[in-house]
């Protein structure tokens, strides 16, 4: 239960902290920003609205607030989310006209021999992320309309047992005296 309220705690950190590492995460090891750079600023403000939606989502169910963690399937995928992320922002490939593409990969790794097997683990994790992505959407999702559902399913019980007069829903015991008080209300007109 710890695990998956640590993950509660990081939703919406991770929802900014993560695509700004996509995007800016090769800076911090020196790698220069060249034309991947442009597309990324198209690219990762989708990032940022797709996972944005997928917590809403999350943190939209009753149980999530509730108990102030995500289920177990949402913490596997959101394992799976982030540590895409986190490799996009670590294996992206790029160079500006000036100087040789690298990535922070290729930086700490040593050089342009580690260059193809950066660009093979970021189309890796570009993938990773997208799939985790929506897999996390549709699961989340999923167990939204589950709990709705239930929920729904109670109250219409509850209504329908206090319709009827019976249990304790209705909280007395049903009159069938002819004998009580009947009181009329007849509008003025």
Not at 29 to 58: E, K, R, S
Request: charged residues 15%; contains cysteine; hydrophobic residues 55%.
């Amino acid at each position: 239960m710890t695990m998956r309220r640590v993950f509660y705690r990081l939703l919406w950190v991770a929802v900014f902290a993560l695509p700004l590492w996509v995007l800016l995460g090769r800076a911090f090891f020196g790698v220069p920003l060249g034309l991947q750079f442009v597309g990324q600023l198209l690219l990762v403000p989708l990032l940022f609205v797709g996972q944005a939606i997928a917590t809403g989502v999350v943190v939209g169910r009753r149980s999530v607030r509730r108990s102030r963690a995500v289920s177990w399937p949402d913490a596997g995928l959101l394992t799976l989310s982030w540590l895409g992320q986190l490799g996009l922002g670590f294996f992206i490939v790029d160079g500006s006209a000036g100087s040789t593409s690298a990535s922070a990969f290729t930086q700490v790794a040593g050089g342009a021999s580690s260059l193809d097997l950066s660009t093979a683990l970021f189309a890796l994790c570009a993938v990773v992320t997208i799939a985790a992505g929506v897999g996390l959407f549709a699961c989340a999702l999923w167990q939204f309309a589950r709990e709705a559902r239930a929920r729904m399913a109670s109250s219409l019980a509850d209504l329908e047992r206090a319709a009827s007069g019976t249990g304790a829903a209705a909280g007395r015991v049903p009159r069938h005296d002819h004998d009580a008080p009947v009181i009329t209300i007849t509008p003025r007109g």
